[in-house]
């Protein structure tokens, strides 16, 4: 299995079923596909109750579940793309 096969089930486990909250709302992850480009992985989910609602991902190499699941949380409502740097 290549890095970028790994990289992408990573993603795929520490993503997919997550429950994460936003504002009042607290929704579960439905990854539905994963590109990686280089270093970098696109990640396309969707909220358990908007199951048609996409939301792109862009996480840069040096992000980490901490900071997408912040991301996720500090996004404001309709945006359709994300990108999660490292927090440093």
């Not at 079923?17 to 480009?37: A, E, F, M, Y």
């Not at 190499?61 to 793309?81: F, H, Y």
Request: proline share 3%; hydrophobic share 45%; net charge positive.
């Amino acid at each position: 299995m290549g890095t970028t096969s790994r990289l992408a089930d990573l993603w795929f486990d520490l993503l997919d079923g997550r429950w994460v909250r936003s504002g009042r709302k607290t929704s579960k992850l439905l990854v539905q596909g994963i590109h990686v480009d280089g270093e970098a992985v696109w990640i396309q989910v969707a909220r358990s109750e908007q199951p048609t609602s996409r939301l792109l991902l862009h996480v840069w190499p040096q992000a980490t579940i901490r900071d997408v699941l912040s991301a996720l949380r500090e996004s404001p409502a309709g945006k359709d793309r994300i990108e999660v740097l490292h927090a440093a």
